[in-house]
């Protein structure tokens, strides 16, 4: 079965501050897929990131890094130069890499604060 | 449409009754995903439809619960004899599939159901 562990339920922290949002996975797939997803207070799922489980390579996306370690089957989230309008809750997700299928596992959700 | 709509936004209905949440997917997008999000949780799979058939149901708690999209568009969740544990989001998702064997759900804003 597939599990996905957001262990910090709530950070927060100083605007331009950077902030670490750490993910652990299990899956017993060889293939799969890791992802970010961001939620507003308005309520609607924001995707950040997809990543493939053959690409260990780290990604970073204007204040947004991602670093994939196999090793520790953890996918972490960091945001550099924090703004309010982070604050938001982010969730981590795992699927299958079935064909036509992102049947998503998700995390617990991590509530992330970003003070004035 | 330019995003996922679901109605009604807001559901606050009696324990026992039966209730309707509907989403319009993105206009092409063959998949359609139900995800439930109970307050402080991740969401949760409940059914994935590709085309006018469920592809996989195996998320739905019980025979309560039933989804249909006849015509590979819109998708209803009909909810029978509801339960106060029903109390939930439910979020709706659209993808369209491609050659690369994953793909980006997009998320409507999702229903807020609740049961008294």
């Known amino acids: 079965a597939q599990k996905v562990t957001q262990a910090q339920t709530e950070i927060s922290v100083v605007e331009k501050e950077d902030v670490t949002l750490d993910c652990v996975y299990e899956t017993r797939d060889t293939t799969y897929y890791l992802f970010w997803y961001k939620q507003p207070p308005s309520g609607e799922l924001v995707f950040l990131i997809r990543r493939n489980s053959f690409d260990e390579q780290n990604e970073i996306s204007g204040r947004y890094s991602w670093n994939f370690q196999k090793s520790t089957s953890s996918f972490n989230f960091t945001i550099t130069a924090s703004q309010v309008v982070d604050s938001a809750v982010y969730f981590c997700?795992?699927?299958?890499?079935?064909?036509?299928?992102?049947?998503?596992?998700f995390g617990t959700g991590t509530r992330l604060t970003i003070i004035p | 449409g330019a995003g996922v709509s679901q109605t009604p936004s807001n559901k606050v209905t009696e324990k026992g009754k039966y209730v309707e949440l509907r989403c319009d997917p993105i206009s092409g997008h063959t998949a359609l995903y139900w995800y439930r999000q109970s307050l402080g949780q991740g969401p949760e799979f409940l059914i994935y439809f590709q085309g006018t058939g469920a592809a996989d149901d195996s998320g739905l708690p019980n025979d309560r619960f039933f989804a249909v999209r006849p015509e590979g568009s819109v998708s209803t969740l009909k909810i029978q004899r509801t339960e106060r544990g029903d109390s939930a989001v439910y979020l709706c998702?659209?993808?369209?599939?491609?050659?690369?064997?994953?793909?980006?759900?997009?998320f409507g804003a999702g229903s807020r159901l609740t049961v008294l």
């Open positions: 998702a659209s993808s369209l599939v491609d050659s690369s064997g994953a793909n980006v759900l997009t």
């Open positions: 997700a795992l699927s299958e890499a079935l064909v036509g299928n992102e049947k998503l596992t």
